[in-house]
Each structure stands twice: as C-alpha cells, then as structure tokens.
C-alpha cells in the first residue's frame, strides 16, 4: 500500500512564508512525477507546481517566482517552498504522485489528505 502525507501548513500573515513536506512510504518501486495542488474554498482543485523524477520543474504563473519546488535526495519527500504569501494562496495544498508499487507493471496517480494553508491579510 502506498501513502501520501503532508505536513507543513499553517496560520502565517502576508508576506510570510511556509515550508510544505510530503512523505511517501509504502510498497514503492518507483516516483516518477510529483506535484503540489490546491483547493480553495469552493474551487476546484488547480496544479500549483510539479517536478519530474529528473526534477525538471513547472509552474503556474500566479506563483513562480515566490514557490520552490523540490524533491529530497532519495526522490521520495517533496518539498514546496512558499515564499512572499499572499491571502489568495490560502488553500487546502495536495501532495500528488504517479508512483509503481512493487510486484505492478502499472504506475498509479496517488493523492495525500492534504494541508490546510491560510494567509491572513
């Protein structure tokens, strides 16, 4: 079985800055591309950056320049940077990878529970 965890969210005023991790664990043969997405309060859930297993990176335009995407050394943890907050970041944030289990031929698209990002002006 495969999981997705997040951490990192919080209260932080604007202009702050937080740090997201997503730890993945379980039967993993292989990461291959890994993303951070949100949700705003009755929004739908938008792609705010991503990065491939040679950690070549993509961003939406309303952050790059103030969020960092990264992934950690063993290519299971990825990191999201955020820097230069601002209230309309506030969000729920989503870990999502296309992970191989072992003892699969198939690559899966996996989703963590999330992490609760709020921005106050």
């Known amino acids: 079985q495969v999981q997705l965890v997040e951490s990192g969210g919080g209260l932080v005023q604007t202009g702050g800055s937080l740090r997201l991790s997503c730890a993945a664990s379980?039967?993993?043969?292989?990461?291959?591309?890994m993303a951070w997405y949100r949700q705003a309060s009755g929004k739908q859930r938008d792609l705010v950056a991503s990065i491939t297993a040679g950690r070549s990176t993509n961003y939406v335009d309303s952050v790059r320049g103030r969020f960092a995407i990264s992934r950690g050394n063993a290519n299971n943890t990825l990191y999201l940077q955020m820097n230069s907050l601002k209230p309309e970041d506030t969000a729920v944030y989503y870990c999502?990878?296309?992970?191989?289990?072992?003892?699969?031929?198939?690559?899966?698209?996996?989703w963590g529970q999330g992490t609760q990002v709020t921005v106050s002006s």
């Open positions: 379980g039967n993993i043969f292989r990461i291959n591309a």
């Open positions: 999502n990878a296309d992970i191989r289990p072992i003892g699969t031929i198939r690559t899966s698209n996996y």
